[in-house]
């Protein structure tokens, strides 16, 4: 069997081996019914106010928003007898709307910036996301949680390749291969990334991004006659 002589060897390309382990040791499920879907306000909320009635006073019901912010937003329930109900149209983290935190990080994924989420917004007829404020305080805590996710994996993967490498008598170190990759073709690129693969196991290991350009050494380079420069050097050099 050509497939079971392709698991079994030891030279199976990287990817495969990455998309095998992934499948061994990860077994999620997945609740279909959780997750977010895109409605026409008007359309459906219109609908169900000609169908519903309160279930304490049995009297009409209408369905207004509140506390817009971005993609959130509070669903107003109101009837003539009792008392205004909201609900949130997302969970929250920290009084914030999830879906605000949620769009930006798979935009960013994608490649995609705020003036992109903007123009997406438009395109679809959604509200406007958030603004740059907002957008940058997404994006630090993406960067704090995506660092220590990261750290936690190269640490585990790390750990994983020393332990093969040593019930193979491989007792001087792990042996890893190189990877690099740039954000665009040919060299023109500013930015590009180096990984360590693990032999064994086909985990990243480590990981570097290094870029051609930095708004901080473009900010300091028309002040090298200033006092500061000599000290902002010494604390940059290890970041860029």
């Known amino acids: 069997n050509r497939h079971a002589m392709e698991g079994e060897s030891e030279s199976i390309c990287t990817a495969a081996k990455k998309l095998k382990l992934s499948k061994e040791d990860h077994g ?48 107003v329930i109101s009837c003539e007898g009792c008392e205004k109900v909201y609900i949130n149209s997302c969970p929250l983290i920290n009084n914030a709307y999830e879906v605000n ?60 390749e020393k332990i093969i490498s040593i019930e193979k008598e491989q007792m001087n170190g792990i042996t890893v291969s190189g990877d690099g990759s740039w954000r665009k073709r040919e060299f023109s690129s500013l930015y590009g990334l180096v990984t360590l693969i693990g032999w064994s196991t086909g985990k990243v290991v480590d990981i570097l991004v290094k870029s051609k350009y930095c708004k901080a050494c473009e900010f300091w380079t028309k002040k090298k006659d200033a006092a500061e420069y000599e000290e902002w050097a010494t604390s940059h050099l290890e970041q860029c």
């Open 28 to 75: 999620i499920e997945v609740n279909e019914s959780f997750g977010y879907h895109l409605i026409n306000f008007v359309a459906v909320f219109s609908a169900l106010s000609e169908i519903l009635v309160c279930k304490q006073c049995g009297k009409n019901v209408t369905f207004t928003q509140a506390s817009k912010r971005g993609l959130g937003l509070k669903l």
């Open 101 to 160: 935190r949620r769009i930006i990080f798979a935009m960013r994924l994608l490649g995609i910036g705020l003036n992109g989420i903007i123009k997406f917004c438009a395109f679809m007829d959604l509200p406007r996301s958030i603004y740059q404020s907002c957008y940058d305080s997404i994006v630090n805590n993406i960067l704090i949680a995506t660092e220590a996710i990261r750290t936690k994996c190269i640490t585990k993967a790390g750990e994983d």
